[in-house]
């Protein structure tokens, strides 16, 4: 085989690390902003933080990430909020998980 293949053949391999890595790292940050959001639910009302995390990871993990997942995420916390009274916008919810998604990316970064 010749160097070139050889290259070739390295820098697939090597594509596809980098591909699995960045999968791994983006489910690990959607799974710690759920975590995050479950949290911050658990803060407002009286809803265990566990039960609400599990509610939510199971769901969300079942799906792959597209914004009509995450649109279903922060519809089902909106909607489970206002059953304790809590009123929030769409715009105030994506507002939240976004502080939530950076807070989980810097802790993936080492900087959290």
């Known amino acids: 085989?010749?160097?070139f293949v050889r290259?070739?053949?390295a820098k697939?391999?090597?594509s596809q690390f980098n591909f699995i890595a960045g999968f791994e790292a983006a489910?690990?940050?959607r799974a710690r902003r759920n975590h995050l959001l479950a949290e911050w639910?658990?803060?407002l009302?009286?809803?265990s933080q566990?039960?609400?995390v599990k509610l939510l990871l199971d769901a969300d993990f079942a799906r792959m990430e597209t914004r009509e997942t995450e649109n279903w995420v922060l519809t089902k916390i909106r909607n489970d909020l206002m059953g304790?009274?809590?009123f929030l916008s769409m715009d105030q919810m994506r507002d939240v998980a976004e502080r939530c998604r950076l807070r989980a990316w810097q802790e993936r970064q080492g900087k959290g």
């Open 84 to 86: 304790y009274g809590i």
């Open 12 to 14: 697939g391999v090597t």
């Open 7 to 9: 290259t070739v053949d």
């Open 45 to 47: 009302t009286d809803e």
């Open 50 to 52: 566990q039960t609400y």
């Open 1 to 3: 085989m010749g160097d």
């Open 27 to 29: 489910f690990w940050v």
């Open 41 to 43: 639910f658990s803060d």
